[in-house]
């Protein structure tokens, strides 16, 4: 049996998953089109298929599943057929596969006369022959086939590590726009999408200073006519656009997102996020962040948001959850006007500071040359640590180590990282092992692939915690930076500067920033990674 790697695989897992959102036609096309782009069944597989212990023991029908699936595989639908008693099949329609007509027949009985859910068995049916019958391949033998500029590499893996990013810095450096080409990045170049000013894929919200709850975005109940009615805010019409196209990442850009105390806005999506926990088969769902309510106005409401029945139904269900192929970016500028974070939003966000600034930038292209983004590059399948441990322990251990060494050094300050820290250096360095070529085509090794991405995990996850003064910082910078260059060192044998284009040394943003910070504490007796 052939091997997929675990991009390939959770891609895979992901078709699947979707198949549950389409029409019976399409289920029948993009089920025989995964079957064939994933070559799923070889030859024995096929022979033997009616005789798999899933037909035995739980269906029985007088058709086998497939009759034949193989390369070719026209989406021509020549007949519809009637099985031998005269029933009309509930899928009805016959491929053309190689000069037979192959009926995907799905009106089968359970014994009790009643016919069952015959979408969801076709899926757990994929799943778990995919599971039990396809090995991971080596994650870190190649980049996946994907052409990513290495400038666009952080965000990527950072959101596919946690979908809640923040991008900090001064005004005018493009934070917002790089959402936006994130977005368009998603679609094929020269497409409509890929052309229009705003893809559909993106939305931008301008926080406002006097937001100081949750109504602008998530919504509210007015009473204004005489009955109540929830007006839904922008956010939660956008989440559920993402829910009924599953297969596009969505991303929502909180511009100048520390105007107003994110706290008090965004308290519902701080809580939710949290929540989030994947089911080992490469979906991840949450709390939801608009309750199920049995007040008519609710139900009205999800009738305004969708027009996707079994959508609707899910959210009439379950309530209005965060679908995972939403991705939330906050732009921040670093000044004296804006609020504050607080440890409770840098603990669930992911940060990149953006201060570099190529005044040749845009004067060639008018779009970001970032390559074309899948969901698999973006959307995570893991959440938490225990999500990708056994599969890289000896990576992960390296990350521990690290961390443990790092944490000793914060004991006794508010610094101190804990298990939702831990968890979001393992997922980022885990993200990071496939990209292991350099700009110029190199492939660089596993370990310096390891010290790269924890160099930039420090900055987003740890730095981006640490201010005070001198009494409450004291020499905590100056150990930082020689314990960090030391770990970098000893897990890459390269040493690491603060400096650009120091020669025999690599860069490091974590050293840079430390640098930084030290000179302000020494100039103004106060430091933050904020200002």
């Known amino acids: 049996m052939k091997q997929l790697n675990e991009f390939e695989k959770q891609m895979l897992i992901y078709r699947i998953d979707n198949l549950k959102n389409l029409s019976n036609k399409d289920f029948m096309v993009s089920f025989a089109g ?6 799923l069944l070889q030859k024995e597989d096929i022979e033997n298929l009616q005789d798999h212990d899933w037909c035995r023991d739980n269906i029985k029908h007088e058709y086998t599943i497939i009759k034949s699936i193989s390369k070719n595989v026209s989406n021509t639908l020549v007949e519809e057929k009637k099985d031998n008693t005269g029933r009309q099949r509930y899928y009805d329609n016959v491929f053309y596969i190689r000069g ?6 799905s009106e089968w009985y359970d014994g009790t006369g009643r016919k069952p859910d015959n979408k969801t068995i076709f899926i757990n049916w994929l799943r778990s022959f995919v599971n039990s019958h396809y090995s991971n391949g080596n994650l870190q033998a190649r980049n996946n086939g994907i052409k990513i500029n290495n400038i666009h590499r952080p965000y990527i893996t950072a959101i596919k590590s946690k979908p809640f990013l923040l991008l900090a810095g001064i005004s ?5 726009r790089i959402v936006r080409e994130l977005a368009r990045a998603c679609w094929d170049d020269g497409s409509e999408e890929y052309e229009a000013q705003k893809p559909r894929n993106f939305e931008m919200v301008q926080v406002k200073p006097n937001w100081h709850d949750s109504s602008e975005l998530i919504g ?7 009955k109540p009615v929830f007006e839904a805010g922008d956010f939660l019409k956008f989440v559920a656009k993402a829910w009924e196209n599953p297969e596009v990442p969505y991303f929502l850009c909180l511009d100048e997102m520390n105007l107003a105390p994110v706290e008090q806005y965004f308290a519902e999506y701080l809580s939710v996020v949290e929540s989030r926990k994947a089911d080992g088969n490469g979906v991840i769902t949450t709390d939801p962040i608009l309750k199920k309510c049995d007040e008519q106005w609710y139900f ?3 009738a305004k948001l969708t027009n996707d029945d079994e959508i609707r139904a899910r959210f009439n269900k379950d309530g209005i959850c965060i679908p995972q192929n939403l991705i939330v970016v906050g732009t921040v500028n670093m ?8 440890r409770k939003v840098l603990d669930r966000a992911m940060t990149i500071e953006m201060n570099e600034v190529d005044l040749y930038g ?7 040359k970032i390559g074309k983004l899948e969901v698999g590059n973006l959307i995570g399948t893991a959440v938490e640590g225990v999500d990708v441990y056994k599969n890289n322990k000896d990576v992960c251990e390296k990350v521990i ?5 790092i944490n000793a050094n914060l004991e006794g300050t508010p610094f101190k990282v804990a298990y939702r820290t831990r968890n979001e250096f393992l997922l980022y360095v885990v993200n990071n092992l496939p990209y292991n070529k350099e700009e110029d085509g190199s492939e660089i090794t596993q370990k310096e692939i390891i010290a790269r991405a924890l160099d930039e995990i420090t900055s987003m996850k740890i730095l981006s915690r640490i201010e005070g003064d001198e009494t409450k910082i004291g020499n905590l910078l100056e150990q930082l930076r020689e314990i960090i260059s030391g770990q970098l060192k000893t897990i890459s044998d390269i040493e690491y500067s603060a400096t650009k284009n120091e020669e025999g040394k690599a860069y490091s943003i974590s050293l840079a920033k430390l640098k930084e910070m030290e000179k302000r504490l020494k100039t103004s007796g106060y430091t933050s990674f904020w200002s």
Not at 100 to 105: A, E, G, H, I, T
Not at 172 to 176: D, H, I, N, R
Not at 335 to 342: G, H, L, P, Q, V
Not at 362 to 368: A, F, I, K, S
């Open 401 to 405: 180590n690290y961390l443990k060494v």
């Open 300 to 302: 009205d409401l999800t």
């Open 34 to 39: 995964i079957v064939n782009d994933f070559d």
């Open 220 to 226: 509210y109940v007015s009473r204004v006519s005489g």
């Open 362 to 368: 845009g004067l060639t292209d008018r779009h970001e």
């Open 100 to 105: 037979k007509n192959v009926l995907l027949s």
């Open 335 to 342: 000044d004296e006007t804006t609020f504050s974070f607080s």
């Open 172 to 176: 005018g450096t493009g934070k917002s």
